[in-house]
């Protein structure tokens, strides 16, 4: 399955599931929001919001600072 996640194209093995991903891209699910084919996708939802071919993902990591 070829995903298009931050602009560049990732294939990934189906079927995945959001949580699945960010598992997969090792980052931790209480720092990113996930934008899937333009629509916001809670964090509450990622485990049914299954993954297809061609979707588009925008991923943006949350950093702390101070």
């Not at 943006?60 to 600072?65: I, K, L, P, S």
């Amino acid at each position: 399955m070829r995903l298009t996640i931050n602009g560049k194209d990732q294939v990934f093995a189906d079927p995945l599931n959001l949580a699945q991903l960010i598992d997969q891209l090792g980052m931790k699910g209480d720092r990113v929001a996930v934008e899937l084919n333009r629509e916001i996708v809670s964090r509450g939802q990622w485990a049914e919001a299954l993954l297809k071919d061609g979707d588009r993902l925008e991923i943006v990591h949350f950093v702390g600072g101070g």
